[in-house]
């Protein structure tokens, strides 16, 4: 009997040992995570404060400090945007490329996260049809990343990489896809987790397109995906949001800026000059179809942007007809395009002549 109280009293006093230490190691383990969770935040609120060299050293730091953390491939993905925000697109990629190897079957949402980052560095890159693939690769695991993402950024991108390679069927489709997409986000936001601010940063998100590689050869592509893109931008302002509104119209003024560099840079060509201007002018009176009618009034990014668009309108025009003044123009132009050009003389009657008979009066 007092063997098996013996064992009893053992095995009570293992039980409750065994217990403890399990609750010891439990609170370790959580613990641990908060410090992960609040390492992660920290680099996190320096990327989303454009401090990315901080941000870059902030991931690098967590992945030593947690090398074997449930996070880890997630602040890689950080790290590879931090490399975005500095222009270095390689490296970026080459993480993305390594992320999406190693999480594609454990880490679906992670994967679907890398592509579509991936898709930014393919696009900087200026290789539109691995950005479409990155694209694609993502839209197939829509379903692990948030609504915004799967169904309106993914499809407006698309959309934009489709209208720049001269697809636009498929430009389109996607287009209307994204149109549907946010009205299915707006439809769920009763239901479905969503920041204040979630509109404004997919507008913002839909419409940031990289003019990293464009060129007076690729301007035309560059236009046309512009053209569908701006809407989204130009939306972002209308919200008046204080974060992603003043990104909404960098993104713009830099756009419009390097475009105008283009048409500025063919001087030479007035012809080719002339043929990029009067894109530019088109992309122009696409914007102001979004312009508030009158009596409607302006924020501060609308009055910035649309002051800037008529002074990019502005300025092309006079490089335009700087450059029609450089042709010169031959004798038979000068005369026809004078504004003192010799009027011509009408002699034809356009009634029939009428035959008078000899010795008749002919006003009769």
């Given at each position: 009997?007092?063997?098996v109280?013996?064992?009893?009293?053992?095995?009570?006093?293992?039980?409750?040992?065994?217990?403890?230490?399990?609750?010891?190691?439990?609170?370790?383990l959580?613990?641990?995570r908060?410090?992960e969770?609040r390492?992660?935040?920290?680099a996190?609120?320096?990327?989303?404060?454009?401090?990315?060299?901080?941000?870059?050293?902030?991931?690098?730091?967590?992945?030593?400090?947690?090398?074997?953390?449930?996070y880890?491939?997630?602040?890689?993905?950080?790290?590879?945007?931090?490399?975005?925000?500095?222009?270095?697109w390689?490296?970026a990629a080459?993480?993305?490329?390594?992320?999406?190897?190693?999480?594609?079957?454990l880490?679906?949402?992670?994967?679907?996260l890398a592509?579509?980052?991936?898709?930014?560095?393919?696009e900087a890159?200026?290789?539109?049809?691995?950005?479409?693939?990155?694209?694609?690769?993502?839209?197939?695991?829509?379903?692990?990343?948030?609504?915004?993402v799967?169904?309106?950024e993914?499809?407006?991108?698309?959309a934009?990489?489709?209208?720049?390679?001269?697809?636009?069927?498929?430009?389109?489709?996607?287009?209307?896809?994204?149109?549907?997409?946010?009205?299915k986000?707006?439809?769920?936001a009763?239901?479905?987790?969503?920041?204040?601010d979630?509109?404004a940063?997919?507008?913002?998100?839909?419409?940031?397109?990289?003019?990293n590689?464009?060129s007076?050869?690729?301007f035309d592509?560059?236009?046309?995906?512009?053209?569908?893109?701006?809407i989204?931008?130009?939306?972002?302002?209308?919200?008046?949001?204080a974060?992603?509104?003043?990104?909404?119209?960098?993104?713009?003024?830099?756009?419009?800026?390097?475009?105008?560099?283009?048409?500025?840079?063919?001087s030479q060509?007035?012809?080719?000059?002339?043929?990029?201007?009067?894109?530019?002018?088109?992309?122009?009176?696409?914007a102001?179809?979004?312009?508030?009618?009158?009596?409607?009034?302006?924020?501060?990014?609308?009055?910035?942007?649309?002051?800037?668009?008529?002074?990019?309108?502005?300025?092309?025009?006079?490089?335009?007809y700087?450059?029609?003044?450089?042709?010169g123009?031959?004798?038979?132009?000068?005369?026809?395009n004078?504004?003192?050009?010799?009027?011509r003389?009408?002699?034809?009657?356009?009634?029939?002549?009428k035959?008078?008979?000899?010795?008749?009066?002919?006003?009769?």
């Open positions: 009997m007092k063997i109280i013996s064992l009893f009293v053992l095995f009570s006093l293992t039980g409750c040992s065994f217990f403890q230490m399990n609750r010891s190691e439990d609170g370790a959580q613990n641990q908060v410090l969770e390492d992660l935040k920290t996190q609120d320096s990327l989303n404060s454009g401090n990315y060299p901080e941000a870059f050293k902030q991931y690098k730091l967590f992945q030593q400090t947690y090398p074997v953390s449930t880890l491939q997630s602040s890689r993905i950080g790290e590879g945007q931090a490399l975005e925000g500095q222009g270095k390689v490296e080459a993480i993305y490329r390594d992320v999406i190897l190693k999480t594609r079957n880490q679906p949402d992670i994967s679907a592509s579509y980052r991936m898709s930014f560095c393919d890159l200026g290789d539109d049809q691995k950005t479409i693939a990155s694209l694609l690769d993502a839209k197939s695991l829509r379903n692990t990343l948030p609504l915004t799967g169904y309106a993914i499809p407006a991108r698309l934009a990489a489709y209208s720049r390679v001269g697809r636009e069927k498929e430009a389109v489709q996607y287009l209307n896809e994204a149109e549907k997409g946010i009205a986000i707006r439809a769920e009763d239901t479905t987790k969503l920041e204040k979630w509109l940063k997919t507008y913002y998100q839909m419409g940031s397109v990289s003019t590689q464009l007076v050869e690729n592509g560059f236009v046309n995906s512009q053209s569908l893109m701006q989204y931008l130009i939306k972002a302002l209308e919200l008046n949001d974060r992603w509104s003043p990104l909404a119209l960098k993104e713009l003024l830099g756009t419009y800026g390097e475009m105008y560099l283009q048409v500025e840079s063919v060509n007035p012809s080719h000059q002339a043929h990029l201007g009067g894109a530019l002018i088109h992309l122009i009176d696409r102001e179809l979004y312009k508030p009618i009158t009596g409607q009034t302006l924020n501060s990014y609308q009055i910035e942007f649309f002051t800037l668009t008529n002074d990019v309108r502005s300025k092309t025009e006079r490089l335009l700087q450059g029609h003044e450089s042709m123009l031959t004798e038979e132009s000068k005369k026809l004078s504004i003192k050009r010799s009027g003389i009408k002699t034809e009657t356009s009634l029939p002549e035959k008078v008979a000899p010795g008749v009066d002919p006003n009769l």
